[in-house]
Nanobody
Framework: EVQLVESGGGLVQTGGSLRLSCLVS????????IGWFRQAPGREREGVSC???????YFADSVRGRFTIASDNAKNTVYLQMNNLKTEDTATYYCAAGWRMVCRPDDAGMQYWGQGIQVTVSS
């Protein structure tokens, strides 16, 4: 059974930082891209960042320079480091996995999803 479990969300003030983790089981990061997506109330889900199995990365324009993504294949975990958070980053964040995917802005090709975790940035 494939499982993706997000952790590390919570409430933070503007300018603060959070690190989200996506623990993956049932598949390996050696042949799966892991993407982070978010959805705010009343808005469509959007791609935030992604790391492919070859290490290439994608960042949405809205987070580039503030967010970084890294994988620890030994721990089967992908991290999303979020710095200088803004109120507009408030959303439910999801990680997803796609087999041998090239990272892209949308979620096409993502096969497995986590349950989501809330990130709230207060002013």
């Amino acid at each position: 059974e494939v499982q993706l479990v997000e952790s590390g969300g919570g409430l933070v003030q503007t300018g603060g930082s959070l690190r989200l983790s996506c623990l993956v089981s049932g598949i390996t990061l050696d042949d799966h891209a892991i993407g982070w997506f978010r959805q705010a109330p009343g808005r469509e889900r959007e791609g935030v960042s992604c790391i492919s199995s070859d290490g290439s990365r994608y960042f949405a324009d809205s987070v580039r320079g503030r967010f970084t993504i890294a994988s620890d294949n030994a721990k089967n975990t992908v991290y999303l480091q979020m710095n200088n958070l803004k109120t507009e980053d408030t959303a439910t964040y999801y990680c997803a996995a796609g087999w041998r995917m090239v990272c892209r802005p949308d979620d096409a090709g993502m096969q497995y999803w986590g349950q989501g975790i809330q990130v709230t940035v207060s002013s």
